[in-house]
């Protein structure tokens, strides 16, 4: 487990008003994250003042250190694509969406911190292949990775400068279609509720999860804007505690009421009758509709499918892989045992136990009521809506 002392000397942690001089971190007061934003601030996240944990800052990239939250706000300073890749692994940076995002800048960074004397070409293929083995199960990172290599293929003549001028305005330009799709999926989701709603959700799938908005929370927020929704179940979401650390910390600052839950209790909650709708993301959806998720999330939807409640994904059409036949065919991840040993730093369990960490489970198509993505909401058959909502797409 590497050590916060260790990351602030590899990572460089940035330096901004209101820095931690003890812990060399940027942390912030109060809830406006955006009032950090400075003039060399160049996202297009923070040129259409939304909230982004991923923001491009001259020469580098910064992420919000999700591992911290919700007690601290600290940004993390990547300069090389070994950052972010440490930064991925490690769930400072989490989502699909936003993984594939920090990548798309981490190409940026392996050309812009190219070895003197090393080949061009040679040094890209290491620093794809070295992202792309971070987190197996995220398709948009694989996705955004294959569009790097197309622009890396079409600037090449150019030369490193060109290479990295391109690669930056693609990735800008990934960054704000990224946030422009997730309020795309919140439009055509929030039609599906009903005023009162009570909401179950699991993990997180908001703004940190994305690079800015939301998918399934970015959902909940465009319903409760439409005075719809009541309040929202928050799962805890073991063994990390995305939903307990992260969603109800997103969800404070959206004024948003809600209730922390452990997972457990879901089938209470639906047997009582006090849940009207589940909204869930995803990290792979293959082509007859099989989702992956965070690990929870399945037995979420047989529960939603035993009470009669509907179970909604919601995703952009990036997280779709028409080359996953099913959810058998989806590779789930395994992370450390002592995840699920320890918490925060402490062991639960005896020391000689041991532990299984699956990271995600899939959740049949059969479960899922449908599926909100950013050209529309998909219904059964999905391998037939699937198929329409990408020809729509390329149509566009």
């Not at 622009?151 to 060109?162: N, P």
């Not at 290479?163 to 305005?169: E, G, M, S």
Request: glycine content about 8%; overall charge negative; proline content about 5%.
């Amino acid at each position: 487990m590497v050590s916060r002392t260790r990351l602030a000397s590899s990572m460089n942690l940035s330096k901004a008003p209101g820095r931690d001089s003890s812990s060399g971190a940027s942390r912030f007061e109060g809830n406006n994250i955006e009032a950090m934003n400075d003039d060399s601030q160049t996202s297009p996240a923070s040129e259409n003042k939304a909230f982004s944990p991923i923001l491009w800052q001259r020469d580098h990239l910064r992420l919000l250190d999700q591992t911290l939250l919700p007690h601290e706000e600290v940004w993390l300073e990547c300069r090389a694509p070994e950052d972010v890749a440490r930064a991925i692994r490690r769930l400072a940076v989490r989502g699909a969406p936003a993984i594939g995002v920090a990548a798309a800048y981490g190409l940026v960074l392996g050309v812009t911190s190219l070895p003197p004397g090393k080949d061009l070409g040679e040094h890209f293929a290491e620093v794809i292949e070295l992202l792309g083995s971070t987190r197996p199960t995220a398709v948009n990172l694989r996705w955004a990775l294959d569009q790097g290599q197309r622009v890396f293929e079409a600037s090449i003549d150019e030369g490193s400068q060109g290479v990295a001028a391109a690669l930056r305005h693609w990735a800008g330009q990934l960054h704000s279609q990224d946030v422009a799709a997730n309020r795309r999926i919140g439009a055509y989701g929030e039609p599906l509720f009903s005023a009162g709603d009570r909401v179950i959700t699991h993990c997180n799938t908001g703004a940190l999860a994305t690079a800015g908005y939301g998918t399934a929370l970015g959902v909940i927020r465009a319903a409760w804007e439409a005075k719809k929704v009541k309040m929202v179940w928050v799962d805890e979401t073991r063994p990390l505690l995305q939903g307990a650390r992260l969603t109800t910390w997103e969800l404070q600052r959206h004024g948003i009421p809600f209730q922390l839950v452990t997972d457990s209790s879901a089938g209470s909650i639906l047997a009582r009758g006090l849940a009207d709708r589940v909204v869930v993301g995803a990290d792979r959806i293959a082509a007859n509709g099989d989702t992956a998720n965070k690990i929870g999330t399945y037995p979420l939807a047989v529960l939603a499918h035993r009470h009669q409640v509907p179970f909604y994904v919601a995703a952009p059409l990036s997280t779709i892989d028409l080359q996953t036949i099913s959810g058998s065919d989806i590779p789930i991840e395994e992370r450390e045992p002592a995840e699920v040993t320890r918490v925060f730093g402490t062991r639960i369990a005896p020391a000689e136990a041991g532990a299984a960490n699956f990271a995600f489970d899939v959740t049949p198509a059969e479960l899922i009521t449908a599926i909100i993505t950013d050209v529309g909401v998909l219904l059964p058959p999905y391998t037939e809506t699937i198929e329409q909502a990408f020809a729509r797409y390329e149509a566009r």
